[in-house]
């Protein structure tokens, strides 16, 4: 059976180059164009030692991606690009399947959003896959098991590393503006905020901070609760919700952001109560650009081209 072939739109940025190293170890997938406008010309492997030959960056517009005529187009553009490659394929080509890793289809119902461990049943063979944002993702799981018992909005204190920041020069990915230091930013209104707000169904205050490491997030959760609750009912949950799932693992303590770099799966822990039994802290931690990302894609992808959902994809 020939390969599923998969082109990339904006494969300069850091997720652009995971995915790049996903495809080139999935043994049924074939990576036919990048496309880059600061690379264009210049060859791929010069840039990502995973993947070999000759395949150079492109800069192909809209109507160049469509004539490509790939099986799957993967967009990894920054949030407000991706409209104009959407468009044209609609009209010429709705049959190829489409996954944006930006915010510009996560709020529309007919765009599947894929969150596998949370909305994989939603999965009905839809040709438009929004894939969730890194801290929108490491939220809704932290939540989750718990929302039918939330008596407030949760308050999410995040601090990530500065390549959730992009390529684009800024302080929050400028390396000698974080030594010693943590940025604020958008403290009320963040766009995964607003995320994990409308696919949760209530309400999540999100306050995030960029810090000098590179890669990985942290989220710590404050949840009040409806009723009192013991940590061994708490536990049980989570362990109910992800007892089979391989990309999401439970443990006792609370994660480090150092041991999830490079990982795959994302770790809940930490299930701290306060005395009364009615408020529980909870941590998790992912690579924001694995789990919160190009790992995430090809979940994604795996489930929507009828493979396996972890093929290719490291896991213990």
Known sequence: MSKQRIGIVGARGYTGAELIKLIARHPDL??????SRELDGQRVSEHN??????LRYENRDPAAVVAKRADVVILALPNGKAVP???AIDVAAPQT??????????FDAAWYYG????????????????????YATAMQLAIAPLKDLLAAPPACFGVSGYSGAGTTPSDKNDPQKLRDNLIPYALTGHTHEKEASFRLGVPVDFMPHVAPHFRGLTVTVNLYL?????????LARFHAAYAAEKLVTVIDEAPWVSRIAHRHDAQIGGFTLAADGKRVVIVAT??????GAATQAMQNLNRALGHDELTGIPHD
């Open 49 to 54: 030692d995973s993947h070999t030959g000759d």
């Open 226 to 234: 409806s009723h009192a609750m013991k940590r061994e009912e708490i």
């Open 85 to 87: 490659y959407v468009q």
């Open 286 to 291: 992912l690579d924001n650009l694995l789990k």
């Open 115 to 134: 969150l596998p461990e949370l909305t994989r049943k939603g999965y009905a063979g839809q040709k438009r896959i929004s894939n969730p944002g890194c």
């Open 97 to 106: 399947l489409v996954l944006d890793l930006s915010a510009d289809f996560r």
């Open 30 to 35: 074939e990576l036919v164009f990048v496309s």
